[in-house]
């Protein structure tokens, strides 16, 4: 067994950990799968780098759009002085969005680091998306509040 095909197997065990079904959370791909945490969607890709000659597992998460944020260098301050709280993770920017990420060689990679970091972006994902949201994207509505009749 290849170790592309080795780390897809600890991905699946881990997230089957976790109490998900890793065949719903499968994606297009192999070594492509979805989950969600909160309002916080949280992709998952085994992938081998040719150029490198290695295979790499990475955990992300949209955040945000920054299409719609007036102080864009406010929201970059931010997020560089909340990286500095996060833990083997950051926030990044790509094609317009705020992403959560984390990246590491897949060789000596385990269902247990796995696991953390798959809870780690899902929480940081969930509790930043909406505060960061809210503060920088003109077109946030508050969930639940959308469409609502005043009282």
Do not use: H
Not at 77 to 83: H, K
Not at 85 to 98: E, R, S
């Amino acid at each position: 067994m290849s170790e592309l095909e080795n780390t897809y197997l600890l991905v699946e065990n881990a997230i089957r950990k976790i109490g998900v079904d890793p065949a719903l959370c499968k994606g297009d791909k192999p070594g492509q799968y979805t989950m969600k945490q909160g309002s916080a969607s949280v992709w998952i890709d085994v992938l081998f780098i040719p150029r490198e000659n290695s295979s790499y597992f990475q955990v992300m998460s949209p955040v945000m759009s920054i299409a719609n944020v007036s102080n864009k260098a406010g929201l970059y301050e931010e997020l560089l002085a909340i990286n500095d709280l996060l833990y083997n993770v950051a926030f990044t920017t790509y094609n317009n969005f705020v992403w959560l990420k984390t990246i590491r060689e897949a060789k000596g990679l385990d269902e247990d680091e796995i696991m953390a970091q798959l809870r780690r972006i899902g929480t940081y994902a969930d509790q930043y998306d909406d505060i960061l949201r809210q503060k920088y994207d003109s077109t946030y509505q508050a969930p639940g509040v959308a469409g609502r009749p005043p009282q």
